[in-house]
Each structure stands twice: as structure tokens, then as C-alpha cells.
């Protein structure tokens, strides 16, 4: 299994941008899809924005396409959300998450197809 480490949220005005970094450890990172998920306090967990192995294919909710975006660096075992015009609505622990798979293009957007998942980094957009 793969142990993964998010950074980079923070306290931020809304209009202004955060980027996010997911390290990962423990195996070889290429052969992981990668999403990144939140969940607010009282809400059920989202799914924000996901990628393929390589990063070829992605997809983003309708919430925060235009605004996020996803990408993944395999040298460096990364896997970033890009975030900007961020909004009080975007409030909520961003948790990366880690799915094993030998389909290249694959991307997923289901919580559950997930088995790798980071503690998580708290994102606070203020008004």
C-alpha cells in the first residue's frame, strides 16, 4: 500500500489561490490513479478532481472545473491541485487518495475505488 502526505492549505481570501501537494511513498507512484476528494464539516465527502497514471486524462467536479486543476509529477511522486478564484463554498479538507490500477487511462471519481488515502489538509476560504 501506498502512504500518502497532502500540504499546502491554509487560510485564504476568497478570489485568491492555494496549491496542493500529495506525496506519496512506499511504491511505485506511475502505477496509481489519483483523485483528490474534501468534505466539509456536516457534508459527505466530494469528489473534486482525479487523474490517470500518467496524468494523459483527467476530470474535475462541475463545482470547481474552470478553477482547479489537477496535475501529477511521477519523478517526484506528486500529485498537485492547483487551486484558484477560490470561494467560501470551498471550505473543507482536501484528502488525497491513491487507486491501484493497470488500465492507463483510467480515472475515478467513486471514494470507494479508492484504497490509499492521506490524512488530509484543511482548506479555509474566508468571505
Known amino acids: 500500500q501506498v502512504q500518502l502526505g497532502e500540504s499546502g492549505g491554509g487560510l485564504v481570501q476568497a478570489g485568491g489561490s492555494l496549491r496542493l501537494s500529495c506525496v506519496a511513498s512506499?511504491?511505485?507512484?506511475?502505477?496509481?490513479?489519483m483523485g483528490w476528494f474534501r468534505q466539509a464539516p456536516g457534508k459527505e465527502r466530494e469528489f473534486v478532481a482525479a487523474n490517470s497514471r500518467s496524468g494523459s486524462s483527467t476530470f474535475s467536479a462541475d463545482s470547481v472545473k474552470g478553477r482547479f486543476t489537477i496535475s501529477r509529477n511521477n519523478a517526484k511522486n506528486t500529485v498537485y491541485l492547483q487551486m484558484n478564484s477560490l470561494k467560501p463554498e470551498d471550505t473543507a479538507v482536501y484528502s488525497c487518495a491513491a487507486a491501484m490500477t493497470n488500465v492507463e487511462n483510467m480515472v475515478l471519481m467513486r471514494p470507494q475505488e479508492y484504497d490509499s488515502w492521506g490524512q488530509g489538509t484543511q482548506v479555509t476560504v474566508s468571505s
Open positions: 512506499g511504491r511505485t507512484f506511475s502505477v496509481y490513479a
